[in-house]
C-alpha cells in the first residue's frame, strides 16, 4: 500500500478528537464555537482567591475514570486529555491500530506537560520531605507521558515523542506528522496538542508576566482578541488529535477525508524570549512557506484562524503580518482563544481541528466579545457571529515563547 | 589498552540525496566542560559522579550526582542574561557556542536556513521547584515574570537561537532520555528533507534538583551506593544497583555535505541513518525482549543503507539498572544475532552518569571522538559479570579500534526507542 516514491505521498486528515472548555468532543466544542459560546469561567481547580486573575477555560464535567479506574489515577491530566481527544480521534477515523501498529506514529505538542503532578509533588516535598513523594510523581509529570500514553492506549509502535514548543506544540505536531509520512516513515500519524495549565505556579506565572486578563467581574467577557480594549489572554486547558493518513492508503481502506494537508512551516525569530519583533518577520515566513508548500496564493486562503491571544502585542503584530502576507485582500480572521481560552500546547491542534471544520461545513467560526475595533488592526474579524462561506482552504496561525512561528494549511479534499 | 584489527568496509552510498554530516561538537558535563575536556576523560575512564553540591541532600535515599564542576555562567553568559536563564538552558548555550564556533560557519549570512532543535526531557526543574515554592511560601503575586520563560522545557532551544541568531525550524524534542537522540534524528530528516541546510542539534538538563532526585528515589531509579559515588554507575555488571542522575549539555552542527564542503568545513563525522520506535507497553519499562529498541536498530541501519556487519562500536543506552541493561542486551541479540557478540560496545554512562534528554546527543559526540581517534571508550567499574549481559562492554579500560560505523542507541520512559548510525569522517566524500 505504501507509494513507492515517498515525497510523492500527500497526507489528509481522516479523524479528529478534541476535548475543551467547550465540550468533551469535537462535535460539542464545534457547535459552541460556531454559536458563539465560551467556556471561560471562574476557577474551581484551586482556590483562586488570592490570585491576580480568578478564571480560565476549565474542561467540565470530564470523569477520567472513562480511561480505567486505576490506569487514570497513573495520568497526569495532560495525559487524560491526550488519550481521551486520540480515542475520539481513531474511532471518527475508522482506523484499526491493530492493523501494521510499527506503521503508525504518535506526535503530542505540550508546553509543560503534567504541571499539575509536578507542582503538588514540590509541595509534598517541601511539607513531608523526600521520601514520601510517590513514585508516579516522574513518570505523570514528563511531557512525554501523553504520546507515551497514547500509543499505549490505541497499541501506536512507530515514532513517538514530543514536541515542546511553548504554544506552537500541537501545530508543530501536525507539521511533523505530515512530513514524516510524506517521508514514508510511517502511514498514519496520530498528531495534536494537550495542556492542563490551570494551577497555582502557571497562573501565577502567567499574572506575573501581564499576560492575563484580570477582568475578574465579568469571565464571559474577558478575553476581546484584536478589539481595542483587549487586556490579555486567559488560560485554557483541554487536547486536540488528527488522525494523519497516506492519502492513498486512506483511499485504499475508503475512509472518510475531512481535508489535506497542505501546507505546513516552521520559524523561529531569533529575536527575545517573549517579545515578538514588530514585523513579526518570522511569523511572515512561516505564513509564506505553509501557502508556498501548499502551492496556494495567498488569495486562496478562505479563512485564517488566527493565534490572536488577545494581548495588546500579539494581536498588533500578527495584525500586522496579516497585512504583509495578504495585502489589502486579507482573509476573514477569527480568533477561537475568547470561547476556548489559550490552551497553549494544545492550541495550535485544537485550533487546526477548528478551522477544518469550517471548511468541511463552510461555516467561520466568530471572534467573541468583540466590541469596538482597534483602528490599528483593519481586519475583517467576523466579529461575535458566525458566517457562512465557501472556502476551498484555510490556515491556522501559532506562536509561543521563545520565539516560535508555526502555520498550517488545509485544503478540501480533492 | 588493548588492541585490535578492525575489517574496514565499503558499503554502497547512502540512499538519501542529501547526506548531513557533523562539523561542529559543544559538551559540558560531569567530566569536562568542553568536548576535549570531556572526550580526555572518557578515553580515560575519569569517572565524574561525587557528592550532590547543588543542594543540601541529606536525608535524600541518593546524596550524589554528576554535576558539572567549576561553572561560571556569569562569566560566560553575562552578569544580568544569566539571571534570566534556568541552568538548562545555560548549559546549552555554552554547548552551542563551541560546536558553532568549531564549526566555524557564518550563521548571520542564510540565517533563515539555519534551524536549532535542543531536546531536553524536563526543562527548567530548578526555576519551577523555586516558582512553586515562591506561591506556597509568599503567595501567587510574587512569582517572577521571568518564570514562565525560563521554566518551559523549549526555552533552551529558543535561547540558543537568539544567542546564534538561527531563525529556521525550532522546536523541542522531548521524549525522556531519548529525547536529544530524537532532536538529533529528526534534525537529519529536516535537512534532508530540504527544510534547512544546518541545524544546531542536542540535548540538555539539569536535573539535579530536590524533586528530581526524590523523584527518581520514589521509583527506585537511582543507585543508592552512597559510599562509593565513582563506583555507583556500574552498566551490565551484576551489581548495577540503578542509574545515576547527571546534567549536562551536548550539541553537535549538522550540516547539509554539500554546504560543508562549499565553504571548506572540516568534516568531523556523519550522521547516517536514523530509525524511532515506540514499545507501546508500559509507562517505565522497556518492552519485553528488547522488541521496540530492536525494530529501531534494524530500521536505522536500513535506512543508513547499512547491515550489521558494517557496525564496529555500539554506544549503549546502559543506564546500570537492572531491567535496561537485561532487555537491551536482547534487543542487541535479537537486531545483531551471532555478531552482537563480536561488536565492541560500551556504556559511557558509567563516568558520565545518566544525563536524561542529554543523554544522546552527549553519546554521539563521545562516539564521534571515538572514531575519529581509533580509541573505544570502556564501560568503567566492571567488577562482576552478569550472565544476563554477556556481550563484550569493553570493560574498564579503553581499547584501539578504528571503527568507521558506529550505533548510538537511546530509550526513555514512555517507551520511546531511538537509535542513531554514525560515520567516522573517512566515510565521507572530500568533494563531490
Known amino acids: 500500500m505504501q507509494d513507492p516514491t515517498p515525497s510523492s505521498r500527500r497526507v489528509v486528515v481522516t479523524g479528529m478528537g478534541t476535548i475543551s472548555a467547550l465540550g468533551l468532543d469535537l462535535p460539542a466544542t464545534w457547535s459552541a464555537v460556531i454559536a458563539g459560546g465560551t467556556g471561560i469561567a471562574p476557577i474551581t481547580r484551586f482556590d483562586a482567591s488570592e490570585f491576580p486573575t480568578t478564571f480560565a477555560a476549565e474542561v467540565k464535567g470530564f470523569d477520567p475514570a472513562v480511561l480505567g479506574r486505576k490506569e487514570h489515577r497513573r495520568m497526569d491530566r495532560v495525559t487524560q486529555f491526550a488519550v481521551v481527544a486520540a480515542r475520539e480521534a481513531v474511532a471518527s477515523a475508522g482506523l484499526d491500530t491493530s492493523s501494521a501498529p510499527e506503521r503508525i506514529a504518535v506526535i503530542v505538542g505540550t508546553a509543560m506537560g503534567g504541571i499539575e503532578t509536578y507542582s503538588e509533588n514540590v509541595r509534598t516535598l517541601m511539607a513531608h520531605g523526600p521520601r514520601r513523594i510517590s513514585p508516579f510523581a516522574v513518570p505523570m509529570a514528563i511531557p512525554n507521558m501523553a504520546p507515551g500514553c497514547v500509543a499505549i492506549d490505541i497499541g501506536a509502535k512507530g515514532p513517538n515523542f514530543a514536541i515542546a514548543s511553548s504554544f506552537t506544540g500541537g501545530a508543530n505536531a501536525i507539521v511533523e506528522g505530515a512530513r514524516m509520512i510524506r517521508a514514508g516513515r510511517a502511514d498514519v500519524a496520530v498528531v495534536g496538542g494537550s495542556e492542563a495549565p490551570i494551577t497555582p505556579i502557571v497562573s501565577a506565572g502567567f499574572a506575573a508576566m501581564g499576560a492575563l486578563s484580570d477582568r475578574n467581574d465579568d469571565p464571559h467577557h474577558a478575553v476581546k482578541p484584536f478589539d481595542l480594549h483587549r487586556n490579555g489572554c486567559v488560560l485554557g486547558e483541554g487536547a486536540a488529535m488528527l488522525v494523519l493518513e497516506d492519502r492513498q492508503r486512506a483511499i485504499a481502506r475508503g475512509a472518510t477525508i475531512l481535508a489535506e494537508v497542505a501546507g505546513g512551516a516552521n520559524t523561529a525569530d531569533a529575536f527575545h524570549q517573549v517579545a515578538l519583533p514588530d514585523d513579526g518577520e518570522g511569523l511572515v515566513r512561516a505564513m509564506r512557506g505553509a501557502l508556498a508548500e501548499a502551492g496556494i496564493a495567498p488569495d486562496g486562503i478562505g479563512y485564517l484562524n488566527a493565534h490572536g491571544t488577545a494581548t495588546e502585542m500579539n494581536d498588533r503584530v500578527e495584525a500586522a503580518v496579516i497585512h504583509t502576507v495578504f495585502g489589502a485582500d486579507t482573509p476573514p480572521v477569527s480568533s477561537t482563544k475568547a470561547a476556548t481560552g489559550h490552551t497553549l500546547g494544545a492550541a495550535g491542534a485544537l485550533e487546526a481541528a477548528i478551522a477544518i471544520e469550517a471548511l468541511r461545513h463552510g461555516i467561520l467560526p466568530p471572534t467573541r466579545n468583540h466590541d469596538d475595533d482597534d483602528p490599528g488592526i483593519a481586519l475583517d474579524v467576523i466579529p461575535n457571529v458566525a458566517r457562512k462561506a465557501r472556502i476551498d482552504a484555510v490556515m491556522s496561525n501559532s506562536m509561543g515563547f521563545g520565539g516560535h512561528n508555526t502555520v498550517l494549511v488545509f485544503t478540501r479534499p480533492a | ?432
Not at chain 2, 151 to 170: E, F, H, R, W, Y
Not at chain 2, 393 to 398: E, G, L, M, R, T
Open chain 2, 1 to 432: 589498552m588493548t588492541d585490535s584489527a578492525a575489517t574496514p568496509n565499503a558499503p554502497a552510498a547512502p540512499p538519501h540525496a542529501r547526506r548531513v554530516v557533523v562539523t561542529g561538537m559543544g559538551a559540558i558535563c560531569a567530566v569536562g566542560n568542553d568536548v576535549p575536556a570531556v572526550w580526555d576523560a572518557i578515553r580515560s575512564g575519569r569517572s565524574g559522579i561525587a557528592p550532590i553540591t547543588r543542594f543540601d541532600a541529606t536525608g535524600f535515599e541518593t546524596t550524589f550526582a554528576g554535576e558539572v564542576k567549576d561553572f561560571d555562567p556569569a562569566a560566560t553568559l553575562g552578569r544580568k542574561e544569566y539571571r534570566r536563564l534556568d541552568r538548562y538552558s545555560q548549559l546549552a548555550i555554552v554547548a552551542a557556542r563551541e560546536a558553532v564556533a568549531q564549526a566555524g560557519i557564518d550563521i548571520a549570512s542564510d540565517p533563515t536556513r539555519v534551524g536549532v532543535m535542543i531536546g531536553s526531557a524536563m526543562g527548567g526543574m530548578e526555576t519551577l521547584e523555586a516558582g512553586v515554592e515562591t506561591v506556597v511560601t509568599q503567595g501567587p503575586k510574587r512569582v517572577s515574570p521571568f518564570f514562565m520563560p525560563m521554566m518551559l522545557p523549549n526555552m533552551a532551544s529558543g535561547n540558543v537561537a537568539i544567542d546564534l541568531g538561527a531563525k529556521g525550524p525550532n522546536f523541542a524534542a522531548v521524549s525522556a532520555c531519548a529525547s536529544s537522540a530524537h532532536a538529533i534524528g529528526e534534525s537529519l530528516q529536516m535537512i534532508r528533507d530540504g527544510r534547512a541546510d544546518a541545524i544546531v542539534a542536542g540535548g540538555s538538563e539539569a536535573p539535579i534538583t530536590r524533586m528530581g532526585v526524590a523523584g527518581f528515589n520514589a521509583m527506585g531509579a537511582l543507585s543508592t551506593r552512597n559510599d562509593d559515588p565513582a563506583g555507583a554507575s556500574r552498566p551490565f555488571d551484576a551489581g548495577r544497583d540503578g542509574f545515576v542522575l547527571a546534567e549536562g549539555a551536548a550539541v553537535i552542527v549538522m550540516e547539509e555535505l554539500q554546504h560543508a564542503l562549499d565553504r571548506g568545513a572540516t568534516i568531523l563525522g556523519e550522521v547516517r541513518g536514523y530509525a524511532t520506535t515506540d514499545d507501546a507497553n508500559h509507562m517505565v519499562q522497556p518492552g519485553p525482549g528488547g522488541e521496540g529498541i530492536a525494530r529501531a536498530m534494524d530500521l536505522a541501519l536500513a535506512d543508513a543503507g547499512l547491515t550489521t556487519t558494517d557496525i564496529q562500536y555500539i554506544n549503549a543506552h546502559g543506564t546500570s539498572t537492572q531491567l535496561n541493561e537485561k532487555l537491551e542486551t536482547e534487543g542487541l541479540k535479537k537486531a545483531f544475532g551471532d555478531r552482537a557478540y563480536q561488536i565492541p560496545l560500551s556504556s559511557t554512562k558509567s563516568m558520565t552518569g545518566h544525563l536524561l534528554g542529554t543523554a544522546g546527543s552527549l553519546e554521539a559526540v563521545i562516539t564521534l571522538c571515538a572514531m575519529r581517534d581509533g580509541i573505544l571508550p570502556p564501560t568503567i567499574n566492571q567488577v562482576t559479570p552478569d550472565p544476563d549481559c554477556d556481550l563484550d562492554c569493553i570493560p574498564n579500560v579503553a581499547r584501539a579500534v578504528q571503527a568507521t560505523y558506529a550505533m548510538s542507541n537511546s530509550m526513555g520512559f514512555g517507551g520511546h526507542n531511538v537509535s542513531l548510525i554514525l560515520g567516522a569522517a573517512s566515510t565521507v566524500p572530500a568533494s563531490r
